[in-house]
C-alpha cells in the first residue's frame, strides 16, 4: 500500500485570525462608542457659575472699615487662633 504525502495549505485561513480580526473590529466599535459617549456627555454641560460666597472672620478684630461703595472689603488685625474661612459655592 503506497501513501501519498499531501503538501501543507499555507492558507492564512485559521481560527486565529478571525478571532484576531473579531478582536480588532470589537476594539474600534467600543473606541467609536466611547468618543460618541463623551462628545454627548460634554455638549450636555452647562457653563460653570459662581453661586454664592461669603467670608467669616472668626476670633479677629476690625481694624479698618473699608466703605460699601468702593467694593473693598474689611481690615482685620490676625491674633494667635484666629481664622478668616472663605467659602464659595460653584455650580453648573
Known amino acids: 500500500m ?3 504525502v499531501l503538501p501543507v495549505s499555507t492558507d492564512a485561513r ?3 485570525v478571525r478571532v484576531r480580526t473579531l478582536v480588532i473590529v470589537a476594539s474600534v466599535l467600543a473606541g467609536m462608542g ?5 462628545l454627548a ?3 450636555g ?3 460653570l457659575a459662581a453661586g454664592s460666597g461669603g ?3 472668626a476670633g479677629l478684630t476690625v481694624v479698618a472699615k473699608t466703605p460699601f461703595a ?3 472689603t474689611n481690615l482685620y488685625a490676625w491674633k494667635p487662633g484666629g481664622r478668616f474661612v472663605v467659602t464659595l459655592d460653584f455650580h453648573n
Open 2 to 4: 503506497a501513501q501519498r
Open 14 to 16: 485559521t481560527v486565529t
Open 34 to 38: 466611547l468618543v460618541w459617549w463623551v
Open 41 to 43: 456627555w460634554a455638549s
Open 45 to 47: 454641560m452647562q457653563p
Open 55 to 57: 467670608t467669616d472672620p
Open 70 to 72: 468702593l467694593g473693598g
